[in-house]
């Protein structure tokens, strides 16, 4: 159970819970031990997921809040709004793109196309997390409808293993690039790629760009997981190796970057959207009152959209 008071939010521990977990703790990096109620001051407005740990470090739901997270990945988080939250409702399309079922080997990959005659590709990492909850294809296609983007299309890439694949692998980067060789060969040319990606596929985008800059001109990297070094494992305590190759960069490419103000990524994502503004690279930051989810995340797209792709 929890009780809101303006930015307070006391949260009351059911039968069994031994710890509170949520963005604001890292999830089950840094529970808060639980021995009766916690009350947390967060941002204006915020929207904060959160569970609690049973006595053997389990996760498991607040059984008095009906509310779940729009989570692909967990089953457990519960949601609480605070007063004066604004869900910025990503625009809603006319007619929804048709998505196509595609597989190069093992790996799975979707494709769609919104308008005809596309201009330029989405990629997408995550990218069954970005057709099914973020619904990338519908806002797209939703832009595109409204003349604020040219027509374009979809590509959402699935990972096997993200946590591997997605920490700078060069065997990932050229099954990556086989998949927009396939993509290419059966639909035609791609035009301008926007690179897409969250949290490690953010980070993944943001270092095929810086690899490759002629052909990914531009990402929209969103909470991108730059804790990460070649050969780490360590999301929290890794260097920041990438924002050291962007310092050392000739040519980077146009980025719109969002991250939550209940991250533990906030400070890296601030540090990069430093070195952005400081090399005069175009580029768009944006924070929000919450934490590393898909309802920070949505929000994110049309905006994205607009500033990688619209008019100038």
């Given at each position: 159970m929890v009780r809101i008071h303006r930015r307070a939010v006391t949260f009351i521990p059911p039968l069994g819970a031994k710890a509170l977990i949520g963005d604001f703790t890292d999830w089950e990096r840094n529970p808060i031990p639980l021995t009766g109620p916690v009350t947390l001051e967060f941002p204006e407005g915020a929207y904060v997921e959160y569970a609690f740990l049973d006595e053997r470090g389990r996760p498991f739901p607040d059984p008095e809040n009906p509310e779940r997270a729009d989570n692909p990945w967990w089953t457990?988080?519960?949601?609480?709004?605070?007063?004066?939250?604004?869900?910025?409702?990503?625009?809603?399309?006319?007619?929804?793109?048709?998505?196509?079922?595609?597989?190069l080997g093992e790996r799975r990959f979707y494709v769609a196309e919104a308008?005809?005659?596309?201009?330029?590709?989405?990629?997408?990492?995550?990218?069954?997390?970005?057709?099914?909850?973020?619904?990338?294809?519908?806002?797209a296609q939703a832009l595109v409808e409204a003349g604020e983007i040219p027509p374009v299309r979809l590509v959402f890439v699935e990972p096997i293993d993200r946590n591997r694949e997605y920490?700078?692998?060069?065997?990932?980067?050229?099954?990556?690039?086989?998949?927009l060789g396939e993509v290419e060969r059966s639909k035609g040319p791609l035009g301008e790629i926007v690179l897409v990606g969250a949290s490690?596929?953010?980070?993944?985008?943001?270092?095929?760009?810086?690899?490759?800059?002629?052909?990914?001109?531009?990402?929209?990297?969103?909470?991108?997981?730059?804790?990460?070094?070649?050969g780490g494992t360590d999301a929290y305590r890794?260097?920041?190796?990438?924002?050291?190759?962007?310092?050392?960069?000739?040519?980077l490419p146009r980025i719109y970057l969002e991250v939550g103000l209940l991250e533990w990524l906030l400070a890296?994502?601030?540090?990069?959207?430093?070195?952005?503004?400081?090399r005069k690279v175009p580029h768009a930051y944006r924070e929000r009152p919450s934490g590393h989810n898909w309802v920070t995340w949505k929000q994110a797209l049309a905006p994205g959209l607009r500033y990688l792709l619209g008019e100038a």
């Open positions: 457990y988080p519960r949601a609480v709004r605070l007063p004066g939250h604004r869900f910025e409702a990503p625009p809603e399309p006319r007619e929804e793109p048709k998505v196509e079922r595609h597989r308008g005809t005659s596309p201009k330029a590709t989405l990629v997408a990492q995550d990218g069954v997390a970005f057709y099914r909850t973020a619904g990338l294809h519908k806002v920490r700078f692998s060069e065997a990932y980067e050229e099954e990556f690039h086989r998949v490690l596929g953010g980070l993944f985008s943001l270092w095929q760009a810086l690899r490759h800059p002629n052909r990914f001109p531009k990402v929209l990297a969103l909470s991108p997981a730059l804790k990460a070094h070649p890794d260097r920041e190796w990438l924002l050291e190759r962007y310092a050392e960069a000739q040519v890296p994502v601030r540090r990069f959207a430093a070195l952005l503004a400081d």
